[in-house]
């Protein structure tokens, strides 16, 4: 073990440059360290309510501080949107990450979104770039790896494979020695609910684990961690956490005192660094009882606006089917793309037909009712989100639910309102934050910037920065 902190602390020294005169070096004793520990999935009204039973006394320590508030997601309220935003500093208008997947015009291919994708430096390259060190753990969609200046990284959903979620490469092999799992096996679901919380179980060890070997040489000023069982144990069995009398309550709270523990594992960590010091803990997007899911895709093809091949030849991530008559598709959650003849090699709808069918959709979904219930809170065109470099590659529609209500866009499903084993669902509103020093972001990209400004650093805001990794995109939407 000391061989290995030695060998980070080196690279760490090696990775460093001297900052110019009149700035503080990263590598004095009066480093100001900032922590930021990520809570996928957690809202902020539910932190405080299991905080108040007592059960989650380290969990209590952030929600029912006076600095801890709600913030929202941004649009959509996915994983990969959401921490690329606050590991960019920026929107998806900027870092070209719209979703899980990108659909190629050309082919109709899909491909999930990944750490490639990203068309904007992150706030760690140009942390890396003024003389600061990173210790990056489990931060979703930053798979393949790649070097980043000053920068420890273990990458987190999605990544296939630890060889290529880790930089630098000598860090794998004591992960490797340690059993680190990336992710949690959730195939099974609800369907198996002590197997999923065994998954649950190994990701808390392989955190701490991780923890203890990137955490103690100190040879850093930001170290980011981000624990995303609660996100994985919500999406299953969100009624569970939330309903006292179900029957596997007691093993929700079982499970999520473990997850306290580790929780106050990093509080502690935290306490003990000397000061200056800053803790950040966030959510990336909120999370409440699912009502239905609502496949937007099946409703593109009730209503005469989706065609493919037929379903029962294709899988949920299967688009090659869409036909040139359709006139749009969907990607998940709901993310709506107009099938126009200048973006998609089979498409036909001139600009005037695409205005016209992005009309008639937003007025079809608006009215939209699940037992009664109005299910679409809103249907934003990219030009309400997005103003940016990247907003060409936008979805043309973004559809946002009333709460509860989860949407998808699959190609093989002819329902429109189904359950398939899950009863939670996100929410753009009541992401958790916490910041010791009192900031009130209102966004995930605002939740960057605040740890540039913690170092004195600008935020990037001129398009001339857009990163040649992003320019594969212009081939994707």
């Known amino acids: 073990m000391l061989l290995a902190c030695r060998g980070m602390f080196w690279y760490t020294i090696a990775m460093s440059q001297p900052m110019q005169s009149g700035t503080i070096q990263a590598a004095t004793n009066q480093r100001s360290r900032m922590v930021v520990l990520g809570l996928d999935g957690l809202p902020h009204s539910l932190a405080r309510t299991l905080a108040k039973t007592g059960k989650l006394p380290n969990l209590a320590r952030l929600a029912l501080d006076t600095d801890s508030r709600a913030i929202r997601a941004e649009l959509p309220d996915l994983s990969p949107v959401n921490w690329t935003s606050f590991y960019t500093a920026s929107g998806p208008e900027e870092h070209g990450v719209f979703g899980f997947t990108r659909i190629s015009p050309a ?95 190994a990701m808390l060890r392989s955190r701490r684990q991780a923890l203890e070997i990137m955490w103690p040489d100190l040879g850093w000023d930001v170290f980011t961690c981000v624990l995303t069982e609660t996100d994985r144990l919500f999406h299953f069995f969100f009624d569970a956490v939330t309903d006292t009398t179900h029957p ?122 699940y037992e009664g219930k109005p299910v679409i809170r809103a249907v934003h065109t990219a030009d309400d989100l997005y103003n940016g470099p990247m907003r060409p590659y936008a979805p043309d529609l973004i559809c946002e639910a009333h709460s509860g209500f989860d949407l998808k866009a699959k190609f093989d499903r002819d329902q429109i309102f189904g359950f398939f084993g899950r009863s939670g669902s996100h929410t753009a509103d009541d992401a958790f934050f916490y910041d010791s020093q009192g900031a009130a972001p209102r966004t995930l990209r605002e939740t960057g910037q605040l740890v540039l400004k913690h170092f004195g650093i600008a935020p990037h805001n001129d398009n001339s920065l857009v990163s040649q990794r992003g320019t594969g995109i212009i081939h994707t939407a």
């Open 107 to 201: 082919t109709y291919e899909m491909a999930l979104a990944d750490f490639n994708q990203v068309a904007v430096p992150t706030i760690f390259d140009l942390l890396g770039e003024a003389g600061f060190a990173s210790r990056v753990l489990n931060l979703p969609n930053t798979y393949p790896a790649r070097p980043v200046k000053g920068t420890m990284l273990v990458a987190g959903f999605v990544a296939p494979d630890l060889k290529g979620a880790v930089h630098p490469p000598f860090l794998t092999a004591r992960l490797n020695a340690a059993g680190y799992q990336i992710e949690a096996d959730t195939t099974r679901g609800a369907a198996e609910p002590e197997y999923l919380f065994s998954q649950i179980r």
């Open 248 to 369: 596997l309550h007691t093993s929700c709270m079982e499970l999520l005192t473990e997850w306290d523990v580790l929780l106050g594992y990093i509080l502690d960590l935290y306490d003990r660094l000397p000061h200056p010091k800053r803790l950040m803990a966030l959510a990336d997007h909120g999370f409440t009882r699912l009502q239905t899911e609502v496949d937007i895709n099946a409703w593109l093809r009730h209503n005469g606006y989706l065609h493919t091949a037929s379903t029962a030849m294709q899988t949920e991530l299967d688009a090659t089917g869409v036909l040139p008559e359709a006139r749009a598709f969907a990607l998940d959650p709901g993310r709506i793309y107009l099938h126009t003849a200048q973006r998609f090699s089979r498409g036909r709808l001139n600009e005037a037909q695409a205005a016209d069918t992005a009309h008639a959709i937003r007025s079809g979904l608006m009215a939209l009712r």
